[in-house]
Each structure stands twice: as structure tokens, then as C-alpha cells.
């Protein structure tokens, strides 16, 4: 058991690395590398330093690195890291807990240095045999993506502050209903940013059925309230709403197989034009397969709606699929290996830049690393990422890049 969850996290990171920029780098520091504390541990320190070099630190297209539109296209840059886990299980209560702080300090573009944090907090409450929940909040603040500041090459912090409840109620022993309410945050600090800023809320009412052999399917409706506090510019939407219908399942398909899926309709009005909305079919559909007790293989698949972070759209599209693998070749020694393909369109046109085609972009990533641990509380890891995006408007030719990165990871558990 504990081999398959060092493989799960590894390779939940591994899918995000695949998206390069610091943030992301931070998020490999924390967790690149296996938990080596016993399952079961209530308290977790942790420290890990990694180092990083990169290409291509920008994400800029070849063109403009050889017009010298930076001073250094390429840096090297280390994230040190320092926290604290908690999972506390008081009777039938589980609380869950995360307290970190980082610091990322670049070699050549010293004015993109930050100080970063994690601090994550929920109980998985139960009364009884038939009421269960959750209550929790986190607050975390990393970089933007470079790939998505166009040009911008400035250090923006973005700090989202989450909240949510909810609550389930089984009132037979395969039925069950429940409700919940969350809160999101995202704020900018560079003032170039600040038009991306949103508080979003939202509400879910669930109902779900168990099978006999364990798996679960909910029937979800969600709606989502949100907007931008700092936007006041006309063509610019300023609020939304969201409305979900989500069939949600988990399947336990066999010992070695187990799969999760989201799929559902989402319905999108903005408090502008009709144009602008969206409608359609959404979802995300994933799976992990042990073919043996040493290898774990995972597969994504999703088309997902989201806050557009480019002003000359309403909100993007992403569809994708991703793969990954680990291998625990020794006790001590375990490979792995990720690659993802992505397509973004931005979409509802907001009318800021007339005459301009919305953006449509295709990205491939992937990456392999090779972990090693001598001792229980130690572990070293090193690896290579690579990835290109090609998008089709030229005045975003800065999101057409080719990056290549390597990485050389250090992490003790106590």
C-alpha cells in the first residue's frame, strides 16, 4: 500500500510538471519525491531543496530569443522548502493538514525571486453511522505561468484562498444525499494582472448510490456564482454564472484496476452579451491499472471550461489526454514517466482586440525522472522535461516555445 501511494503522488506530480513554470516547481519540491513516513504517522516534517535549469525560462518562441528580446532566455533557479504534514485520526474523526513555506531564487533573473506558502486544513467529519463530511479552507500562493503572461516578464504572485463545506446523509444502505457550499479567491499582484482577479462561490446537492461491490455513482447539480472585483471596462465581463448537471462515478473494476469519472453538461451566462456564453459537454475521465505490485499506469482523458486568462476572451476550453507510469525497479530505486497532449481555445470574444482571431493553441509535454532512496527519511531524484506549443494567432507568437528543463531533487522525511 505504501508503494502504491508514493506512486500516486509521483505521478500526480509528474502530470503537473509537465506544465513548466515556477509554480509547478514549487508543487515538485514539496512532493517529487516518495512519502517515506510509515502510514499512519500523525506528525510529518519535511525539508527538500531542488535545482532547476531551464531553456527557456520565458517560454518564448525561437524568433524572439534570437532577436534578444531578453537579456536571459535561459536560467537556473532553486525552490528550498520546509513543512509539516498532519494526518490525525481521533476516533472515527480523520483531520488532514499541510503548513509549508518556499523560497525560489533564480541565478540570473533575480527580480522573479518569491517566497511561496501552502497551508491546507480539513477534517473528514463523521456523527453516527449515517452522517459524514467535510469542512476545510487553504491558502496558497505561487507564481503565474510564464507560457501564459504574453510578453510579460514580470513576477506576479497569485495567492487563491479556498473554503468549503458539505455534508452526506445515508439514509439507506446503499443510498445516500448530500449538499455543500465553497468559496474561491484568486488575487494578482502585479497590477498587470489584476483584471484576472475572481471570487467565485458555489453549491452542490449530490445524490449517490453504492453498488455491492463497493463502487459508488452521483448524480450532481452545481451552481457557480462568480466575478471580477477589479474589472471596469465595458467589453470586459465583469460576472457569471454556472450551472452543472454531473454524473460522478468511481469504479472498482478489478484488484489491479480502478477507475473515476466526471461527466456532465455546463450551461455559462455572462453579464454581457449571449454570444459569449457556453454550452456544452464537459468531463474528465481517469484511471489507474497495477498490472503487477511494482507498476502502476495511469491514463486521463477530459475536456474541461475554465476562467480565461486572456481579456481578449471569456473563458477557455481545454481538451486532453494524459499518460503516466512508475516503476519501483528496487526497494530503493523507481522510474518514471509522464507525456501530455492539450488543445486550448479561448473563447467568447470580448471585443478587445477587434480583427484578432481568439487564441487556439496545442501543447505537448512530457517528462522522466529516476528516484533514489538510500534510507527510509532520504531520497534524491532526477529528471528531464521537455515540451512545444504552437498556437494559431501570430501576434501571440510568445506562446509559440519549445522548452527543454532538468532537475535534480533532494527531500528528507522525519
Not at 504534514?85 to 527580480?111: C, G, I, T
Request: proline content about 3%.
Amino acid at each position: 500500500m505504501e508503494f502504491l501511494v508514493s506512486l500516486r503522488v509521483a505521478a500526480t506530480w509528474q502530470r503537473a510538471a509537465a506544465v513548466p513554470w515556477a509554480a509547478v516547481c514549487v508543487s515538485a519540491a514539496l512532493c517529487a519525491l516518495p512519502a517515506h513516513a510509515k502510514e499512519g504517522d500523525t506528525f510529518r516534517p519535511f525539508v527538500s531543496y531542488t535545482r532547476f535549469w531551464d531553456d527557456n525560462l520565458f517560454r518564448l518562441s525561437q524568433a524572439e530569443i534570437a532577436a534578444n528580446l531578453v537579456t536571459h532566455a535561459s536560467d537556473r533557479y532553486g525552490v528550498l522548502s520546509a513543512g509539516l504534514d498532519v494526518d490525525w485520526r481521533p476516533a472515527r474523526q480523520h483531520v488532514e493538514a499541510r503548513l509549508s513555506k518556499n523560497q525560489v531564487r533564480f541565478d540570473r533573473n533575480a527580480q522573479l525571486d518569491y517566497d511561496g506558502s501552502d497551508y491546507q486544513l480539513k477534517w473528514n467529519w463523521r456523527l453516527g453511522n449515517h452522517w459524514s463530511g467535510r469542512i476545510g479552507a487553504a491558502e496558497k500562493i505561487t507564481q503565474s505561468s510564464f507560457s501564459d503572461l504574453v510578453n510579460l516578464q514580470i513576477n506576479n504572485e497569485i495567492t487563491r484562498e479556498d473554503r468549503f463545506f458539505d455534508l452526506n446523509w445515508q439514509f439507506h444502505p446503499r443510498w445516500s444525499v448530500g449538499t455543500g457550499a465553497a468559496s474561491t479567491t484568486s488575487t494578482n499582484s502585479a497590477a498587470q494582472q489584476a483584471t484576472l482577479d475572481y471570487d467565485e462561490t458555489s453549491y452542490t446537492a449530490t445524490l449517490g448510490y453504492r453498488t455491492p461491490k463497493g463502487s459508488t455513482l452521483r448524480l450532481q447539480l452545481r451552481r457557480v456564482n462568480g466575478d471580477y472585483p477589479r474589472r471596469t471596462v465595458l467589453f470586459l465581463d465583469r460576472a457569471y454564472t454556472q450551472d452543472e448537471i454531473n454524473f460522478l462515478g468511481d469504479w472498482t473494476v478489478s484488484g489491479k484496476l480502478v477507475a473515476r469519472g466526471r461527466l456532465g453538461h455546463v450551461q455559462r451566462q455572462n453579464d454581457t452579451v449571449s454570444q459569449r456564453d457556453f454550452s456544452g459537454i464537459t468531463g474528465r475521465l481517469s484511471a489507474d491499472y497495477l498490472p503487477t505490485g511494482k507498476t502502476l499506469l495511469n491514463a486521463a482523458l477530459f475536456r474541461e471550461i475554465a476562467n480565461s486568462d486572456d481579456a481578449n476572451a471569456s473563458y477557455q476550453l481545454s481538451t486532453g489526454a494524459s499518460l503516466g507510469a512508475a516503476w519501483q525497479a528496487t526497494s530503493k530505486l523507481t522510474l518514471r514517466a509522464t507525456a501530455q497532449a492539450e488543445n486550448r481555445r479561448f473563447e467568447g470574444d470580448t471585443g478587445l482586440l477587434p480583427g484578432v482571431p481568439l487564441r487556439d493553441e496545442d501543447t505537448v509535454s512530457g517528462s522522466v525522472s529516476l528516484s533514489y532512496a538510500p534510507l527510509r527519511m532520504a531520497a534524491v531524484e532526477v529528471g528531464v522535461q521537455a515540451g512545444e506549443r504552437q498556437s494559431n494567432v501570430p501576434l501571440y507568437a510568445a506562446n509559440e516555445y519549445r522548452f527543454r528543463a532538468v532537475f535534480v531533487s533532494m527531500r528528507l522525511d522525519f
